[in-house]
């Protein structure tokens, strides 16, 4: 009787811990899989923003954006909501939809700085250091061109050195 006892406790632990093992396995995979996910959409919410940047000097210049910046940043924000689709959990998720779909900006200024502050807040969890040093960066930058400078930076020479 006792034999038989033990052969069922021992059976009875085998699985509680394997159940157990696999649900932690997933809940870790599906965390890993939304940081990943939460990274992605990080980084492309730069591109988009770069990329916002000819929206909001347009405006202030009255002058149209191009058709090629136009489809970049259409593409870049479906791009975007595709990945958020898979990852429902990502932080900010509706912010970040409002931000590259929503209708509530008056202006690509006010819709580029909303940007800016949600990238501000998202590079805190993402990559803290990163965001500080780029945010340093695109501020030198952004200096340098409204003041009619140019730079020899690898990555600035694409709009900054016309």
Not at 10 to 17: D, H, L, M, P, T
Not at 18 to 26: C, H
Not at 78 to 92: F, G, K, N, T
């Amino acid at each position: 009787m006792n034999l038989v006892l033990a052969f069922f406790s021992g059976v009875a632990v085998s699985v509680v811990g394997a159940v157990v093992g696999s649900i932690l396995t997933r809940r870790r995979e599906r965390r890993r899989l939304v940081e990943d996910r939460g990274f992605e959409i990080y980084m492309k919410l730069m591109e988009l923003n770069s990329s916002y940047f000819w929206f909001s000097s347009a405006e202030l210049n009255g002058e149209a954006v191009s058709s090629e910046v136009r489809k970049e940043a259409h593409d870049l924000a479906w791009q975007i909501a595709d990945m958020l689709r898979s990852a429902d959990e990502v932080e900010y998720l509706d912010e970040i939809l409002e931000v590259t779909l929503g209708p509530s900006f008056q202006s690509a200024s006010e819709r580029y700085h909303a940007m800016g502050n949600l990238l501000e807040r998202l590079g805190r969890r993402v990559n803290p250091r990163y965001a500080n040093k780029i945010r340093e960066i695109s501020n030198a930058n952004v200096a340098i061109l409204s003041s009619g400078g140019k730079s020899n930076a690898p990555g600035a020479t694409g709009f900054l050195a016309k």
